[in-house]
């Protein structure tokens, strides 16, 4: 069974950085593609940025581009999101995502239907 599992949120002022991580077992990690994506309440689901199976491939949602950072550790089944430079409207619960195993090598898709396992989520709160 698969598992996807957050850490590294909390409170931050303005101009912070903060670094997430989301350990994955149950899945053969290398082979399938991650995502982080943010909510807030009362707004729908935000892309904030996707990593191909071998690192090759990032995107990034517009509002992020040049703050945030997504990467990946392979032999720890872990994917990271450094965020810096962080804004009172970063503030949302952030998720990590994998898509399906034995993706292609360019895979890093920017819509949350492409997912199939999701963590809990972890809290994210900028203060001005």
């Known amino acids: 069974q698969v598992q996807l599992v957050e850490s590294g949120g909390g409170l931050v002022q303005a101009g912070g950085s903060l670094s997430l991580s989301c350990a994955v077992t149950?899945?053969?990690?290398?082979?399938?593609?991650m995502g982080w994506f943010r909510q807030t309440p009362g707004k729908e689901r935000e892309f904030v940025a996707s990593?191909?199976?071998?690192?090759?491939?990032?995107y990034y949602g517009d509002s992020v581009k040049g703050r945030f950072t997504i990467s990946r550790d392979n032999t720890k089944n872990t994917v990271y999101l450094q965020m810096n430079d962080l804004k009172p409207e970063d503030t949302a619960l952030y998720y990590c995502a994998s898509t399906r195993e034995f993706v292609t090598p360019n895979f890093a898709p920017l819509y949350g239907s492409a997912y199939n396992a999701w963590g809990q989520g972890t809290q994210v709160t900028v203060s001005l």
């Open positions: 990593i191909s199976r071998t690192g090759a491939f990032t």
């Open positions: 149950g899945r053969a990690f290398s082979s399938a593609a």
